[in-house]
Structure formats: C-alpha cells, structure tokens
C-alpha cells in the first residue's frame, strides 16, 4: 500500500505542446498541461462540464518521450505524483505551486 500513498492518474488532453528544457548534464525536462473534465447534472437536471486544468512535469526519458509525442489536444493518460515547491516572487512574498511529477504517459486516441 506504501506505493499509493501519492499516486495520481489522469485521462486528458493536451493544453499546449510541451515546452521542453535541455539542462546542465544532459537534463531534461518537459512542462505540459492537461485538462480534464467531469460531465454531470445540477439539481435543476442541466448537464453541466467541468473543466480542471493539471500543470505536469516530466524528467529524463519521460520528457523526451512528451517532446517527440506529444501535441495540443492530444488525449493522454499519465500517471505521477503530486509534488508542491515555494519560491519567492519578484515583491518578496512566498508562493506555492502544486504540480503532478509524471513518470508514465500513455497516449490514447486516434494516431493523428
């Protein structure tokens, strides 16, 4: 059970193509994000979607598997882990991000 204490999965598309990064030592890092959606109806019986954008990043052989395939609009399932760093902005105040460390891509849909 240790292995799922932070694991993500996500089935969506491709908001822009990645942008990729080539770093000292041979480094390399893709970010990309998706977007996923949840269809539903409101108490009124409308059918509402709900749209939830996922900002992703990927390392090494997994960036370089994102640069070669991956495309805005593509659909794709990834599988990660959440991941949340600070950084201090240009006025000086403290920020976090939350973002899904990706180790798996899967690419679904059609070939095109």
């Not at 390399?28 to 977007?35: G, H, Q, R, V």
């Not at 949840?38 to 709900?50: F, S």
Request: hydrophobic share 35%; proline share 1%; aromatic share 6%.
């Amino acid at each position: 059970m240790s292995s799922i204490r932070n694991s993500v999965r996500l089935i969506g598309n491709l908001g822009q193509d990645p942008e990729i990064k080539n770093l000292e030592g041979d480094k390399k890092l893709a970010k990309f994000s998706i977007a996923t959606k949840e269809i539903y109806k409101n108490d009124a019986g409308e059918k509402v979607t709900e749209t939830q954008w996922h900002n992703l990043s990927a390392w090494g052989n997994t960036a370089t598997i994102a640069e070669k395939y991956l495309k805005k609009g593509k659909e794709v399932a990834i599988e990660g882990k959440l991941v949340t760093r600070s950084y201090t902005d240009k006025e000086g105040i403290k920020k976090y991000a939350t973002e899904i460390l990706v180790n798996e891509i899967a690419l679904l849909g059609s070939a095109n």
